[in-house]
């Protein structure tokens, strides 16, 4: 097992234990709640109301897929959308167990080497798209204030210093990738004073190949960032998409909620709380900002219900918008990546 493989695991391991001591943590707090008496909340609830939060959970990865496609089919790299599909989820398994939120660019770009797209397409494809995902949290969060300009001050001193981070730090990720994308000259030259330094210290062997590779990928990124420059509809259709796809992650809460209560006059409420929330726990260097995430949402939540049952709505929620569906994305990436080995296999 190498050092990659090593890390992945070690992730992996460390983000179960995270995702239970949270679970645990979240119950303790309330003296009347336990995993038993949640699941009997759900089966209590309003089916229809609950399949359509897990329908929307399914759209948010789904929308990724149309996503990363329309940027693709833009600069004439046309992908099937079953593909798109696996890029998504590869991409949100693996951004969920890394304590960075662009942990699942690589594994997108493994997905999309594989079916033949250029290094530097792909790598130019990724930082769009976090970019404009992340455009699309600011935005949704911009729109909250506009609509609500109380609903900021209903939160707690700890969750407001969270969330004004987020927004100031959100929006230097999104300067960050803009020059990414427009001086990726920088960012290469950068690449290639590393290799440089490897060679000199002995750790890389063939520099001249290894530049001369770094040199053609720097080529298709250049021509790909040139080409999305040239198309103002790349990154609108791209904000778009990221825009629906954040939504459909956005309203489980209130989805959720109509199915506990019956009650829709919280809807948009809900909705725009939880905005303000991802942008509080969006930027936390935390595999899948697990306990942030749920001290922001009962604390957010509390203000229009009681805790006891802002407990149950955040952990039914984060339940559907982060367990299954990062525990599906893994199970679908990984069915994915046996399909390919086993193609690729064949054609030795």
Not at 219 to 225: I, K
Not at 235 to 260: D, E, H, T
């Amino acid at each position: 097992m190498n050092s990659s493989q090593k890390k992945k695991v070690f992730w992996m391991i460390f983000s179960l234990f995270l995702a239970g001591l949270t679970i645990w943590a979240v119950l303790k707090q309330s003296e009347d709640m336990s995993l038993a008496k949640l699941l009997q909340i759900v089966d209590g609830a309003d089916k229809k109301w609950v399949i359509a939060s897990m329908i929307s959970a399914v759209l948010f990865v789904f929308f990724e897929a149309v996503a990363i496609c329309s940027i693709l089919k833009e600069i004439s790299f046309k992908t099937s959308l079953s593909r798109g599909f696996l890029y998504s989820t590869s991409d949100i398994y693996f951004s969920a167990i890394t304590p960075s939120a662009t942990g699942g660019q690589p594994a997108s770009a493994f997905f999309m080497l594989k079916d033949g797209i250029p290094v530097g397409v792909a790598s130019a494809t990724l930082v769009l798209n976090l970019m404009m995902y992340t455009a699309a949290i600011i935005f949704l969060g911009m729109i909250a204030v506009i609509v609500s300009p109380h609903m900021f001050f209903e939160f707690r001193l700890t969750s407001k210093i969270f969330i004004g981070a987020g927004f100031i730090g959100l929006t230097l990720l999104i300067i960050f990738f803009l020059i990414v994308l427009r001086s990726g000259d920088k960012v290469f030259d950068v690449l290639r004073n590393f290799l440089r330094y490897l060679h000199k210290k002995k750790l890389v062997h063939r520099l001249d190949h290894k530049i001369e590779k770094l040199n053609k990928i720097q080529d298709d990124y250049d021509n790909c960032s040139q080409l999305m420059a040239g198309k103002s509809s790349i990154m609108l259709k791209a904000f778009f998409w990221n825009v629906v796809q954040r939504s459909c992650q956005l309203i489980v809460p209130s989805l959720v909620y109509i199915g506990l209560t019956g009650n829709g006059s919280h809807f948009m409420t809900l909705f725009f709380k939880q905005c303000l929330i991802t942008i509080g726990y969006n930027f936390v260097p935390i595999p899948g900002a697990m306990g942030i995430a749920d001290y922001l949402m009962i604390d957010g939540f509390s203000s229009i219900m009681t805790k006891g049952a802002a407990f149950e709505l955040d952990m039914i929620s984060r339940g559907i918008t982060f367990y299954i569906c990062v525990t599906l994305s893994g199970l679908i990436t990984l069915v994915g990546y046996m399909k390919g080995k086993k193609r690729y296999d064949r054609s030795l």
